[in-house]
């Protein structure tokens, strides 16, 4: 089973894009699902999660920017990303967990991961 992203693009910095995750056959899992990206170059990371209870998680460098949210039926996660920067530039992945994660920033917690959408932001 393959997640599905979507919403990347290219966008002016201090512009915003929302990001759609939604899985291919099945409701997203409700226990746990994340974002993370992968710039040129660098290593995969953690942006963001959303677990059972609505317990949301941000890296730092995203934190008060980015906001992760759910349907009422997990049908989607949503990824809405305001006050872009150019070095959020990358390729995003939402992933999710098919049991509660110990950690929900920590990438080896997910078990099924998206293609991934590339968002670009221009300077």
């Known amino acids: 089973v393959q997640l599905q992203a979507s919403g990347g693009g290219l966008v002016q910095t201090g512009g915003s894009l929302r990001l759609s995750c939604a899985a291919s056959?099945?409701?997203?899992?409700?226990?746990?699902v994340a974002w993370f990206r992968q710039a040129p170059g660098k290593e995969r990371e953690f942006v963001a999660a959303?677990?059972?209870?609505?317990?949301?998680y941000y890296s730092d460098s995203v934190k008060g920017r980015f906001t992760i949210s759910r349907d009422n039926a997990w049908n989607t996660v949503y990824l809405q990303m305001n006050s872009l920067k150019p070095d959020d530039t990358a390729v995003y992945y939402c992933?999710?967990?098919?049991?509660?994660?110990?950690?929900?920033?920590?990438?080896?917690?997910?078990?099924?991961w998206g293609q991934g959408t590339l968002v670009t932001v221009s300077s």
């Open positions: 959303i677990r059972w209870g609505d317990n949301t």
């Open positions: 992933a999710d967990s098919s049991s509660p994660p110990v950690r929900a920033t920590d990438q080896a917690e997910y078990n099924d």
């Open positions: 056959g099945r409701l997203l899992s409700n226990y746990a």
